[in-house]
């Protein structure tokens, strides 16, 4: 299934762990590693093309994953004639593809490479966000780069403030850091300077505390 341009409707999968670290899979007798991908059938939307695909790559199902975002537009990549069959050359060009952000809510061993009798990898691995793309076949780095960028600002954010508390003293969200999926965060999260430390004032505790345990 074509596009009027010769682009083939396709979703592409960045699947992140607990730590924000992403599934990056070797191909299937080969040297490249990329993401999850596939096309899209006739009569597919993109969002169920994409719970297949994760399902037959990576033997994930929808209960394993929570979406956090996908591309706002189609992203596209040309694929050189010398990987088009003969056939297909002269109408087909390349792929239009939607990329989903995912995050993992099962467990690394609901992963299974051998879904299906027509496994694509043969071999995974967590890997920090921006992942090496010299290892990605040369015709896709583009798409994988502007994934990447437009994505990145929905990665779930961990709290870094208490790199700069002192006295070993924490900040702690009791909702956990998790909390924020499959929402875009407002702004960045605040942090004290390099070099600045958190002072609580035990004098407006005590105000506070005396206040509040006041007769109405």
């Known amino acids: 299934m074509l596009d009027r341009d010769g682009f083939r409707p396709n979703v592409g999968i960045i699947l992140l762990n607990q730590k924000n670290q992403v599934f990056w899979g070797k191909r299937i007798r080969t040297h490249s590693w990329q993401f999850p991908q596939g096309g899209i059938d006739r009569?597919?939307?993109?969002?169920?093309?994409?719970?297949?695909?994760?399902h037959e790559e990576i033997g994930l199902?929808?209960?394993?994953?929570?979406?956090?975002?996908?591309?706002?537009?189609?992203?596209?990549?040309?694929v050189p004639d010398r990987y088009i069959r003969r056939d297909a050359r002269g109408h087909y060009k390349g792929q239009k593809q939607i990329w989903y952000l995912l995050q993992l809510t099962g467990q690394d061993w609901n992963l299974n490479l051998r879904a299906?009798?027509?496994?694509?990898?043969?071999?995974?691995?967590?890997n920090d966000y921006w992942v090496p793309?010299?290892?990605?076949?040369?015709?896709?780095?583009?798409?994988?780069e502007m994934a990447l960028t437009e994505l990145a600002r929905f990665v779930p954010r961990h709290?870094?403030?208490n790199r700069y508390l002192r006295g070993g003293m924490r900040s702690r969200d009791p909702a956990g850091p998790h909390e924020q999926h499959g929402e875009p965060?407002?702004?960045?999260?605040?942090?004290l300077p390099p070099g600045a430390t958190f002072e609580p004032d035990p004098q407006a505790a005590l105000k506070n505390?005396?206040?509040?345990?006041r007769a109405p």
């Open 116 to 126: 299906t009798n027509h496994p694509e990898f043969d071999a995974w691995r967590w």
């Open 43 to 54: 009569g597919e939307t993109p969002e169920q093309a994409m719970y297949r695909e994760l």
């Open 185 to 191: 965060l407002p702004g960045p999260s605040f942090e």
């Open 159 to 161: 709290d870094h403030r």
């Open 209 to 213: 505390a005396h206040e509040g345990n």
């Open 133 to 144: 793309l010299d290892v990605v076949v040369e015709f896709k780095r583009g798409v994988y």
């Open 61 to 78: 199902k929808p209960e394993h994953v929570r979406i956090i975002a996908r591309t706002r537009d189609w992203l596209r990549y040309e």
